[in-house]
């Protein structure tokens, strides 16, 4: 087993890849950029090494620069998390020239199913089914024969992309350039690779993704299914398992799908094969396989019973797995929902600034993995994920109240967050039936914020006011003190 | 004492724990059981409340059975000025981020609808878009540069 391992990575992932590697124990180094030196995942190290500036390119998506801190510290072997360089195939080839182990798949499986383009044209050939599309188009007029030849809307999409990067819907002719332009740049900037595919846009379907894992001597199973159709802007925010849409013999076909989807990459380590499920006809199209650790992987932890993170670990230490796919069963329903700094009322916008109360839920089945706490500041440079929270019950119904419960006592001030969204989708009839597609938010989801303060909120503003000594002038002293009034206050108790 | 919440007007008055509050005509009765670290364990017309406050310059984030509110203190006397008001052709940044690309010069005609900037924050982008036909009277900010929100990008004037 490893003895120190450099984490590549920020916030609420690194942190829970630290406690995996304390429990294991092994030591641990953070990587920070300026915008982080104070940073939650920066004291749960044992070592820290600053690497540059807040912009990505120069700090967490430096390969010589994370690659020197290893060595410099003495590291053994590097985990990406999520994110930044976690599927970037030279990234891992760099990491094994350096003599050091790279926690994920090898570089070619990177390579070959990062690539979307590349991978489409791999699971054709493993007959496993995919969307209508072209790949491997350059100039500004193959794109637009492609896109008639296909229809709209339609979908443009980074080869190199991931997590809703890089990605377009175009709904006619007219959006195209633009949308093309934009995808490109995006790309560019998040994985410095500008190549495009398109594809038909495939509406109203559910996002269902297979867990994959496989140990470095070729055994490889799944892990069950994860439903991700609650989406805006093609980003998740609620996941769950198992998914309501899937029988079991659907759910077999998919998960035999995945595995042989990973076993056609010789992949290794833990992978995320996704698909798109048409509800009406139960038909499902391979989408994208991400190599790497899922931000939601928690779900598959619960219900399926294995520590992700330790097992990327130990395999890629070189452990064989003492298990088979016949050892695993689903127990019980597990849902996170995703703590965002941004507006839901005002177009998702991210929304940035210091943490004046930052407190999370706790009780029995409630998981709440964050990188953030009191005091902290949430920067424009970086994802505005805070927190997931994430809830284990017997079965679904428990599980979203569960949920509705954990997210009352989740208190997030300092910045705007998505939790009265989070629950308004919770408590929507189509979420409870099940219903859900990745469009849903967008098209039938009308939800406004409440607008009139409540008549408590605004009587527990008012006590606040006069009870804490000076708190009644309005004061430009929270720079020094995010906790202000309270800080100061000793008055409460006997006032 | 008068409070001014966003645009509503409260009194408060205090007899130790005790709380009178006039709002709308309405008299509350409140009692504070404890309250530290921003949170505030009360009783309101007799239903207990947990809230938590936070304050920040004049806001106020209040939350209150998992709902969270932000209110804007003002002086009372008149309603406060939302925010700074702008010149009719400026265009400010609807979130902090970076200037992606600046697609036009000081001085080059634009119509109504053009993208003029992409600005990115997180992981997303946003499109600035002229909102009138005109020209580009001042740019005040350069491609790469970080911007606050609600910070002046373009003016447009008339042609």
Known sequence: ??????????????IRIMRA???LGIRTVAVYSD????????????????????????SYLNVDKIIAAAKQTNAEAIHPGYGFLSENASFAAAVASAELTFIGPSADSIRLMGDKAESKILMKQAGVPTVPGYEGLESEA?????????????????????????MRVVHAQNGLQEALESARREALNAFGDER????????????VEFQVFGDRQGNILHLFERECSVQRRHQKIIEETPSSLLTPELRQEMGKAAVEAAQAVGYYNAGTVEFIVDPDTLQFYFLEMNTRLQVEHPVTELVAGLDLVHWQIRVAAGERFPFTQSHFTQRGHAIECRLYAEDPASGFLPSTGKLLQFSEPHGPGIRVDS?????????????????????????????????????????????????????????????????????WVETNFNWT???????????AAAIAEITVPGANQVSGSNEADPYSPWKSSNGFRNS | MK???????????????TFTLTLDDKTIHAEIGHGENGRLDLLIDDKRVTAYVSSDNARRWVTVNGQTFVLTKSSGARRGGHGHHHAAGELTAPMPGQIRALNVSEGDAVTKGQTLLVLEAMKMEIRVQASMDGVVKKLFIKQGQTVEREQVLIEIGEN
């Open chain 1, 142 to 166: 193959e794109f637009q024969n492609a896109a008639n030849e296909i229809g709209y809307p339609l979908l443009v999409k980074a080869a190199a992309g991931g997590g809703g990067k890089g």
């Open chain 1, 35 to 58: 915008a982080d030196k104070n940073a939650l995942h920066v004291q749960h190290a044992e070592e820290a090494i600053h690497i540059g500036s807040a912009v990505p390119k120069e």
């Open chain 1, 196 to 207: 495009l595919l398109i594809e038909k846009y495939i509406p109203n379907a559910h996002h």
């Open chain 1, 449 to 459: 914020a409440p607008s009139e303060p409540s008549l408590e909120a605004l009587v």
């Open chain 1, 1 to 14: 087993m490893f003895k120190k391992i450099l984490i590549a990575n920020r916030g609420e992932i690194a």
């Open chain 1, 371 to 439: 990188g953030f706490t009191t005091g902290a500041e949430v920067t424009h440079f970086y994802d505005p994920l805070l927190a997931k929270l994430i809830v284990h019950a017997e079965d679904r119904e428990t599980a979203i109240q569960r949920m509705q419960a954990a997210l009352k006592d989740f208190i997030v001030h300092g910045v705007v967050t998505n939790v009265d969204f989070l629950q308004a989708v919770l408590a929507h009839p189509d979420f409870a039936n099940g219903e859900v597609t990745t469009r």
């Open chain 2, 3 to 17: 409070l001014n919440f966003n645009d509503t007007a409260l009194d408060i008055s205090s007899n130790g724990k």
């Open chain 1, 21 to 23: 590697c304390r429990e």
